[in-house]
Each structure stands twice: as structure tokens, then as C-alpha cells.
């Protein structure tokens, strides 16, 4: 599977300098950031195939994890956490289920198709006073699910998960640590199957490896922008980030879809 390199360039220069720039991208994300991850599996697909990409940056996201789960011990909210999890769970055992036969273009385009909707929802009516919706478990399981079958399916669980959340209007650092825990649970789970599929093998992990230094000291330099990010434009990068991001999965499924 790691054959599916563009010019098997694995071990050059400029595959190293990618790979280690989206290690700081996934180190920086899980440090709070959410406008650099999504840009990493897009960035070393420059040079291998996506989802060879994807699958070697899993063991770095979750060794980044770790580091995340330390730099915000203190703040979370627990009940979104036991919710979505619940959710997660479900979601990503029925992406193993169906890894086979569920069209990867359909889904990442339909992820973006909600994202970019709810996007838009809150950037036009900003500026309109609207009361933080209550944690409730129906909504969250059902949100949970699509985002660890979405994350499973096409590493893009942040558009539901956000749905589900931003309207809780939690402080800018429990919506990090939130979502960093969230996530560091699903991309855990995900290991055991990914290894299944054949996504993640011996040469992967060596590589990942090597990457998981930059990308543990780069969470710290995210948890740090957080910090010093007033909270108002915290959210407003988190809303534009999430439409940016919803775009391009959209474009992606379309590309996909056509090309079939």
C-alpha cells in the first residue's frame, strides 16, 4: 500500500519537508488550533496517495493526542466528552462494517454539504443574541455517530462534531479541550481497524515515528495561541475555519464523484 507514492519519493528531500511541516500542522491542531490540521493529509498528498497519507499520520495524531490530553487536563466539559463518545464509538464501528462499500466521495462531500450549511447559519445571523443549547444525549449520540463514521471514513469528523458543539457556547479553552479529548478517544479506536484494513503497517509506524517529535512539541505552540487568542475571534476562526474546511471536503466529494 506504501507503494502508492508519486515518484516514490518517500525518502527524498521534499517528501520530508512535507511530512514534517504537517506533523507541526497535526501537533498544532491537537494543541487547540482548528484551522492548521486539515491542512496536513492534503499536504502530503502532494507526494503519496491520500489515503496512505491519512493512515500514516494516525499514530501521529494519537502520540499528539497525549500531549493534548496534558495541556488541557484542566478544561473540558465532561458530559459533551461522555456523549459524543458514546456516538463515536457506534460511528466508527459502523465505518469498519462498511469500509468496503461506502462510497468515500459521497460521505467526505456530504460532511461538507453540513458543515458549510451550519457555517453559513452562524456567520449570517452573528451579531443576533442566541441562547446556549443544553448538552442533551439524542442529539449529541446522533452527531457523535456521524462524526467517528465520518473520521473513520474520510478523517473529516470535525464539521459534525462542530455542530453538535459550537452551539453549546462553551469558553474557548473548554471547546479545545472538548474537542482535543473527543478526538484523541476516536483516533484511539481507530487504530485496531486501520491496522485491519492494512492503512497503517511497519513501514508507516517507522515513519510516523520519526514525525511524532515535532508534531508533540507543536501542540504546546497551539495550547499557547489559544491562550492569547481573544475568545470572540477564537470563534470566529473556529467558524470560518469550519466553512473553509466543509468547501473543500465538498469539492473533494465532487472531484471524487466524478471521477468514477
Known amino acids: 500500500m506504501l507503494g502508492a507514492t508519486r515518484g516514490d519519493v518517500m525518502d527524498g528531500g521534499l517528501f520530508w519537508s512535507l511530512a514534517v511541516l504537517a506533523a507541526v500542522f497535526v501537533g498544532m491542531a491537537k494543541g487547540g488550533l482548528p484551522v492548521v490540521g486539515m491542512l496536513?493529509?492534503?499536504?502530503?498528498?502532494?507526494?503519496?496517495?491520500?489515503?496512505?497519507?491519512?493512515?500514516?499520520?494516525?499514530?501521529?495524531?494519537?502520540?499528539?493526542?497525549?500531549?493534548?490530553?496534558?495541556?488541557?487536563?484542566?478544561?473540558?466539559?465532561?458530559?459533551?466528552?461522555?456523549?459524543?463518545?458514546?456516538?463515536?464509538?457506534?460511528?466508527?464501528?459502523?465505518?469498519?462494517?462498511?469500509?468496503?462499500?461506502?462510497?468515500e466521495p459521497l460521505v467526505t462531500g456530504l460532511v461538507g454539504l453540513i458543515g458549510a450549511v451550519f457555517a453559513l447559519n452562524l456567520i449570517l445571523r452573528r451579531g443576533r443574541e442566541v441562547a446556549a443549547r443544553e448538552a442533551d444525549v439524542p442529539r449529541g449520540v446522533f452527531w457523535g455517530t456521524i462524526t467517528g463514521f465520518t473520521s473513520f471514513v474520510s478523517h473529516s469528523g470535525a464539521p459534525p462534531f462542530q455542530v453538535y458543539v459550537l452551539p453549546l457556547k462553551l469558553s474557548k479553552m473548554a471547546f479545545a479541550g472538548t474537542s482535543t479529548i473527543a478526538f484523541a478517544y476516536v483516533n484511539a479506536i481507530k487504530l485496531i481497524p486501520y491496522w485491519a484494513l492494512g492503512q497503517i503497517n511497519l513501514h508507516s509506524l517507522r515513519i510516523a515515528a520519526m514525525l511524532m517529535v515535532p508534531a508533540a512539541l507543536s501542540v504546546f505552540l497551539g495550547v499557547r495561541l489559544v491562550r492569547i487568542l481573544p475568545e470572540k475571534l477564537f470563534f470566529q476562526i473556529v467558524t470560518w475555519a469550519l466553512l473553509l474546511l466543509s468547501l473543500k471536503l465538498m469539492r473533494d466529494g465532487w472531484v471524487g464523484m466524478t471521477a468514477v
Open 40 to 103: 496536513a493529509v492534503p499536504l502530503l498528498s502532494l507526494v503519496m496517495n491520500p489515503v496512505v497519507a491519512a493512515g500514516m499520520l494516525l499514530p501521529v495524531y494519537v502520540v499528539s493526542d497525549m500531549f493534548g490530553l496534558y495541556a488541557y487536563r484542566h478544561d473540558f466539559n465532561m458530559r459533551v466528552i461522555v456523549i459524543t463518545a458514546a456516538g463515536m464509538t457506534l460511528g466508527v464501528l459502523l465505518g469498519w462494517a462498511t469500509a468496503r462499500t461506502v462510497p
